[in-house]
């Protein structure tokens, strides 16, 4: 069974910039997360979401959005990109209940 | 905030088996452990978790002490593939996806 999958993987933009990032979990898992990653703060919790609707939320500014479609692929956009936005985001897929998240390799986002 | 605290790194010798251990004093009663370890440039890769009881499964053990305010994740005879950033966490689990990791563990397996 294949893996989740994360594109791009490697990404270079400028401050005020927005971008979009996608995940494609694995087939049959209908829970998508992603994470921020960071040398400063680690892994944070960016949202989750299940059948379209986003169930969980971290505490990052509204800049940070996402949304997910009926075939279970998501994407997080981040709009008017900062310096502290260069980071490592990881998305993560779970099957109906399980306790597990299955984690992507990430996009390594580089803010300019 | 991390629930958990763990050393900051800790080092084994190849084939020795590595013991991790993790505090979690206010772990409340509906919350699992869960261990996860991350690879150098790579996604968090799940490990193992557990309630109350001791587990093993393919990769390695969680031993949780009777109080529940402490574990030690363990991995039998470690490799260099082992070495990783280990993540103990606290979580509620079901559908509560919404991990929250702290600094981890550094393991370095030396030849």
């Known amino acids: 069974k294949a893996g989740v999958t994360q594109t791009p993987r490697y990404l270079i933009k400028t401050r005020g910039q927005q971008v979009t990032l996608s995940c494609s979990p694995i087939?049959?898992?209908?829970?998508v997360s992603w994470y921020q990653q960071t040398p400063g703060q680690g892994l944070q919790f960016l949202f989750e979401?299940?059948?379209?609707?986003?169930?969980n939320k971290g505490n990052f500014p509204g800049r940070f959005s996402g949304r997910q479609f009926s075939n279970s692929r998501s994407e997080m956009n981040v709009s008017t990109l900062e310096l502290g936005d260069s980071a490592l985001y990881l998305c993560a897929s779970s099957p109906p209940i399980a306790d597990e998240q299955f984690f992507g390799p990430g996009t390594r986002l580089t803010v300019l | 905030d991390a629930k958990t605290t763990q050393p900051t790194s800790m080092d084994c010798a190849e084939g020795r088996a590595a013991n991790l251990p993790c505090n979690h004093s206010?772990?409340?009663?509906?919350?699992?452990v869960y261990w996860y370890r991350q690879i150098h440039s790579q996604g968090p890769q799940y490990i193992i978790h557990?309630?109350?009881n001791n587990e093993t499964n393919e990769m390695a053990s969680l031993i949780i002490t009777e109080d529940r305010k402490s574990s030690t994740l363990i991995l039998p005879h470690a490799t260099l593939r082992d070495t990783a950033v280990y993540y103990c966490i606290v979580n509620s689990g079901g559908s509560n996806y919404k991990l929250t990791f702290g600094k981890g563990t550094l393991l370095t397996v030396n030849p």
């Open positions: 206010t772990i409340s009663g509906n919350e699992y």
């Open positions: 557990g309630l109350k």
């Open positions: 087939s049959g898992h209908r829970s």
């Open positions: 979401y299940f059948s379209e609707t986003q169930r």
